[in-house]
Nanobody
Framework: QVHLVESGGGLVQAGGSLRLSCTAS????????MGWYRQAPGKQRELVAK???????TYAESVKGRFTISRGDIKNTVHLQMNTLKPEDTAVYYC???????????????WGQGTQVTVSS
């Protein structure tokens, strides 16, 4: 099992910034991904950004140039710096940890409890 603790989020005006953080603990294998997904009301959960244990980073097209995912100083921590926020960024943001080490746990997904990000116009 992997336990994810999220922090950050809140209410901000359009054009503002927020920072989300997530720390994973538990059964962490060497090859993995950590990242952020979001889900707006009535929509499917979608990828925002993720970072592989090799440091390969993937961003959704809608956030490129505005959001930055990075590793924290604390092991198994990732941050999502969100700048130039738009009302369409409003959603519940979920931290994700995915096992990618070959073996019986390959592909297992773990999720944080979610944190609300609201961007007012």
């Amino acid at each position: 099992q992997v336990h994810l603790v999220e922090s950050g989020g809140g209410l901000v005006q359009a054009g503002g910034s927020l920072r989300l953080s997530c720390t994973a603990s538990g059964m962490i294998f060497s090859i993995n991904e950590m990242g952020w997904y979001r889900q707006a009301p009535g929509k499917q959960r979608e990828l925002v950004a993720k970072i592989h244990s090799s440091d390969w980073i993937t961003y959704a097209e809608s956030v490129k140039g505005r959001f930055t995912i990075s590793r924290g100083d604390i092991k198994n921590t990732v941050h999502l710096q969100m700048n130039t926020l738009k009302p369409e960024d409003t959603a519940v943001y979920y931290c994700n940890h995915r096992h990618l080490t070959p073996g019986p746990n390959y592909g297992n997904d773990y999720w944080g409890q979610g944190t609300q990000v609201t961007v007012s116009s």
